[in-house]
């Protein structure tokens, strides 16, 4: 166990929700989080409650927890203008919003006390359309990307209920340095030094995805197509 700075915050909202077709004519979503405000079950695969309609780019076992921090809340709303009045914790689908940590704070493999789970931070939050199509903000997807305040998720380690109110609690860094922040700026970029890629498809507890994508950038040096992430599907 490496030694790092104490880090922890409070959980201010739980949301879950379910699979529902929002959008005529586009995949369906469960990206319309509602707030929970008793105490919720965590298992591996997430909150008991909670859904995800597509889980080959959310939930299981490596995206089991969707953390954003509400810090970045008022930030949104002073950038953003009217559009943005309403974004409050939650407006993101994310499941959990504390006060008091960010991407710059925690690192890849980090273990956390989560209420009575444990959780493990396993990768940053690759953007995608349905931001945009939820929030009403043509490019909230790119937004999310150029400014690398997406969120971040976690594996459960050891199961537990997490209510409104508990910590989150740092207990283990073994990744010092390999910032939340600086890894998803990594994975989001279009290109990156071969070197850096090498490594990073090699930082232990990272998601398998993740490592995968960035042995895949170490292997050849081309930009990564992203419009169809940031910018959706057609009708279909």
């Given at each position: 166990?490496?030694?790092?700075?104490?880090?922890?915050?409070?959980?201010?909202?739980?949301?879950?929700?379910?699979?529902?077709?929002?959008?005529?004519?586009?995949?369906?979503?469960?990206?319309?989080?509602?707030?929970?405000?008793?105490?919720?079950?965590?298992?591996?695969?997430?909150?008991?409650?909670?859904?995800?309609?597509?889980?080959?780019?959310?939930?299981?076992?490596?995206?089991?927890?969707?953390?954003?921090?509400?810090?970045?809340?008022?930030?949104?709303?002073?950038?953003?203008?009217?559009?943005?009045?309403?974004?409050?914790?939650?407006?993101?689908?994310?499941?959990?919003?504390?006060?008091?940590?960010t991407e710059a704070d925690l690192c890849i493999g980090d273990v956390l006390r989560l209420g009575t789970a444990v959780v493990e931070v396993s990768q940053g939050r690759?953007?995608?359309?349905?931001?945009?199509?939820?929030?009403?903000?043509?490019?909230?997807?790119?937004?999310?990307?150029?400014?690398?305040?997406?969120?971040?998720?976690?594996?459960?380690?050891?199961?537990?209920?997490?209510?409104?109110?508990?910590?989150?609690?740092?207990?283990?860094?073994?990744?010092?340095?390999?910032?939340?922040?600086?890894?998803?700026?990594?994975?989001?970029?279009?290109?990156?030094?071969?070197?850096?890629?090498?490594?990073l498809a090699r930082l232990p507890r990272l998601s398998p995805g993740w490592a995968e994508?960035?042995?895949?950038?170490?292997?050849?040096?081309?930009?990564?197509?992203?419009?169809?992430?940031?910018?959706?599907?057609?009708?279909?």
């Amino acid at each position: 166990m490496n030694s790092s700075p104490r880090i922890s915050a409070r959980v201010v909202g739980l949301y879950i929700g379910q699979v529902s077709q929002p959008w005529p004519d586009k995949p369906a979503s469960a990206i319309a989080k509602q707030p929970a405000d008793s105490p919720q079950k965590l298992g591996w695969k997430g909150f008991e409650k909670d859904a995800q309609a597509d889980l080959k780019v959310h939930g299981g076992r490596e995206k089991a927890v969707h953390h954003y921090a509400a810090d970045h809340y008022a930030s949104w709303r002073s950038e953003l203008g009217p559009v943005a009045e309403d974004f409050e914790p939650g407006r993101f689908g994310e499941n959990i919003a504390t006060i008091g940590i960010t991407e710059a704070d925690l690192c890849i493999g980090d273990v956390l006390r989560l209420g009575t789970a444990v959780v493990e931070v396993s990768q940053g939050r690759q953007p995608c359309w349905k931001l945009n199509a939820h929030t009403g903000v043509g490019k909230m997807a790119a937004l999310f990307q150029e400014t690398g305040r997406t969120g971040w998720y976690y594996r459960v380690l050891e199961p537990g209920t997490v209510g409104i109110g508990d910590t989150i609690e740092r207990m283990e860094c073994p990744n010092p340095g390999w910032t939340v922040e600086r890894v998803t700026g990594a994975r989001l970029g279009a290109t990156l030094d071969r070197d850096a890629a090498s490594a990073l498809a090699r930082l232990p507890r990272l998601s398998p995805g993740w490592a995968e994508a960035f042995a895949r950038k170490a292997s050849r040096q081309e930009r990564e197509d992203t419009s169809a992430r940031l910018e959706g599907p057609g009708p279909t």
